[in-house]
């Protein structure tokens, strides 16, 4: 392996003058960034007055139809208002289900040879609507009755099916709806 000679500059070799040449062109650089960013802040306060100077003589003067179309405004947002409240009510309702105890009582009544796919809640008729597999009509009984028996469920009922022909298993696809009450 051969031997490497590093030669570092003594302080007799180096150049003084490209460290001045380099601060001074940062200088002058910084000098020119400073004075564009003062006439673009100049410029940005003139067209800013100006605005508010052309607002202020566009402004209609007030006379019994803008008072009643302000009017009219203020029912249109408080129209909306109700709507968004309506619909934040909605989505509380749904956050406020009793989540833990419905997936505690599916769990316990299914199996594993029935999938469940979908959960529907309405909140107001507090009733759940489960779509899934299962592999053939006996499990998908068994899974109804198993739900009935949850106390938590009622009214468990199968409201559609259909044999998935497609597959080589061929599933029922099923849609089931159940009422759910609370349970203290």
Do not use: C
């Not at 800013?48 to 203020?74: D, I, M």
């Not at 989505?91 to 999938?115: C, M, R």
């Amino acid at each position: 392996m051969r031997r490497l000679r590093l030669r570092f500059p003594d302080s007799g070799q180096q150049d003084r003058r490209i460290d001045f040449a380099l601060l001074l062109l940062g200088v002058l650089v910084l000098l020119v960034v400073f004075y564009q960013f003062r006439q673009a802040s100049e410029e940005v306060n003139y067209w800013n007055n100006r605005v508010e100077h052309l607002e202020k003589q566009h402004q209609p003067k007030v006379t019994h139809r803008t008072r009643s179309s302000s009017r009219n405004r203020e029912r249109e947002f408080s129209q909306e208002i109700r709507k968004e409240i309506i619909q934040a009510n909605a989505i509380l309702g749904e956050i406020n289900l009793p989540w833990e105890a419905l997936f505690d009582s599916l769990e316990h009544a299914a199996n594993e040879d029935v999938a469940l796919l979908t959960l529907q809640p309405s909140i107001g008729s507090q009733l759940l609507r489960i779509g899934g597999e299962a592999r053939d009509m006996s499990v998908l009984l068994d899974f109804v009755e198993a739900l009935e028996r949850e106390l938590i469920f009622e009214n468990a009922h199968l409201v559609n099916y259909k044999i998935n022909q497609d597959s080589l298993y061929k599933p029922i696809v099923f849609l089931l709806s159940a009422s759910w009450v609370e349970v203290s």
